[in-house]
């Protein structure tokens, strides 16, 4: 098992950034997958970035070129850079190891 906490979120204007992270309570070197994803109010929750142990990773095709994600496995922390944010990025994002276990969420507001 393992405990996910999400932080960085917050309120940022259209074109803005945001610096989310994701600390594990164990050594996240042996996990697989770690991922990001994101629910907006009336929405299924949707995969936004996944990053694989060996490094590889993945986007949604609406985040590609604006997000990256990374991991510090010395730290047992995930990160998820968001940059020119959009009125559409609006949603809690949530980390997720394996997509088993995930955290309670951090919440990301684009609004002029």
């Known amino acids: 098992q393992v405990q996910l906490v999400e932080s960085g979120g917050g309120l940022v204007q259209p074109g803005g950034s945001l610096r989310l992270s994701c600390a594990a309570s164990r050594s996240i070197f042996s996990i697989n997958t770690m991922g990001w994803y994101r629910q907006a109010p009336g929405k299924e929750r949707e995969l936004v970035a996944r990053i694989f142990s060996g490094g590889g990773q993945m986007y949604a095709d609406s985040v590609k070129g604006r997000f990256t994600i990374s991991r510090d496995n010395a730290k047992n922390t995930v990160y998820l850079q968001l940059n020119s944010l959009k009125p559409e990025d609006t949603a809690v994002y949530y980390c997720?190891?394996?997509?088993?276990?995930w955290g309670q969420g951090t919440q990301v507001t684009v609004s002029s």
């Open positions: 997720s190891a394996n997509g088993a276990f």
